[in-house]
C-alpha cells in the first residue's frame, strides 16, 4: 500500500525577478515518505529549506522538478502537477495545513473561521459550531473571544484559532508549521496531545518544530533538509 505522502527527487530554485533573474537555488532531489500514524519533522538549521518543503507540499510554492503524491480519493495524485482546482480539492479533503500565522478574514467571529473547513464539507454550521466551540474550550481559549474576529486577539490567542481550525477536520495528512511557536508550556502541552491523537487515528503528519522539547514529544523521525540543500551542494 502507498503511503498517505510521498515527496521523490523535488527541486526548487526561487528567481528574483526585481533582482535582474538572479536564481536562487533552495533544494535538489529532496525527498520524503510520511506513513500512516506517523509524525515526521523537518530538522536542519535556518535557512536551509524547510518552510519551503512544506509549502511546495501545500502547492503554495511550485516545483520545478519532481513528485508530490499524495492518496486522494483512494488514488495516487501527483501535486507538483494538478491544476488549482485539483489543488483545492486535495486540501478539502485530503490536505490540511496548520500556518504559522492565522489569516483572518475581517468580520467573521473566530468561532466560523474554525467551523468553516467542516461547513466547506457539507456539515451544517450548527453542528461546526459546537465542534469548533469543543476544540476552542480545549486550547482555553477565552469563551468571551469567541464570537470576536480574531484580528486584534494576541500572537497565542491567534495561533490557537489557527490550530483549532487546521485540528478540525479528519483530513488523512496534515502539515504543520511551527504551529507551537506563540503558546505557553500547558497549550503547548494540549497540541503535542492533539498531534498524539491524530498520528493514532492513522494520520499522517508532517511539521517543523523549533522546540526541542516538542518535537521530542511527537516526532518518529527527523529528516535532516540540510542533506537536499542545494547550498549544501554547491559548498
Ligand atoms: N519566496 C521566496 N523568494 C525568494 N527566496 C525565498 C523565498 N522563500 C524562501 N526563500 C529562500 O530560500 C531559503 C530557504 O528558506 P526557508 O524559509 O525554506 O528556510 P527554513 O529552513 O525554513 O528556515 P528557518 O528555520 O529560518 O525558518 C532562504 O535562503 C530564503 O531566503
Redesign the pocket.
Known amino acids: 500500500m502507498l503511503p498517505p505522502l510521498m515527496v521523490t527527487n523535488v527541486a526548487k530554485t526561487?528567481t528574483?525577478h526585481l533582482r535582474g533573474g538572479l536564481k536562487?537555488p533552495?533544494?535538489e532531489n529532496a525527498a520524503l515518505t510520511v506513513n500512516a500514524g506517523e509524525c515526521v519533522v523537518?530538522g536542519?538549521?535556518?535557512?536551509?529549506?524547510?518552510?519551503?518543503?512544506?509549502?511546495m507540499i501545500y502547492g503554495n510554492?511550485g516545483v520545478d522538478q519532481g513528485e508530490i503524491l499524495f492518496i486522494h480519493r483512494g488514488e495516487p495524485v501527483n501535486l507538483a502537477k494538478a491544476d488549482p482546482r485539483l489543488v483545492l480539492e486535495i486540501r478539502r479533503e485530503t490536505l490540511g495545513y496548520v500556518s504559522q500565522f492565522l489569516r483572518t478574514v475581517p468580520r467573521v467571529a473566530a468561532l466560523d473561521i474554525v467551523a468553516e473547513p467542516l461547513t466547506a464539507r457539507g456539515q451544517s454550521i450548527e453542528e461546526a459550531r459546537a465542534i469548533a466551540a469543543a476544540m476552542l474550550a480545549r486550547l482555553n481559549l477565552p469563551e468571551a473571544l469567541w464570537q470576536l474576529p480574531p484580528a486584534t486577539f494576541s500572537g497565542g490567542e491567534q495561533q490557537r484559532v489557527n490550530i483549532a481550525r487546521g485540528f478540525i477536520t479528519d483530513h488523512p495528512v496534515l502539515l504543520l508549521d511551527?504551529p507551537t511557536a506563540s503558546l505557553d508550556a500547558h497549550n503547548r502541552s494540549v497540541v503535542v496531545d492533539m498531534i498524539n491523537e491524530k498520528k493514532a487515528k492513522g494520520v499522517a503528519l508532517l511539521g517543523?518544530f523549533?522546540d526541542e522539547d516538542v518535537r521530542n514529544r511527537i516526532a518518529d523521525r527527523i529528516v535532516d533538509?540540510s542533506t537536499f540543500?542545494s547550498?549544501k551542494a554547491a559548498a
Open positions: 526561487f528574483m536562487l533552495v533544494v523537518l536542519g538549521p535556518s535557512g536551509v529549506g524547510k518552510s519551503s518543503i512544506l509549502k510554492y511551527e517543523i523549533h533538509v540543500s547550498r
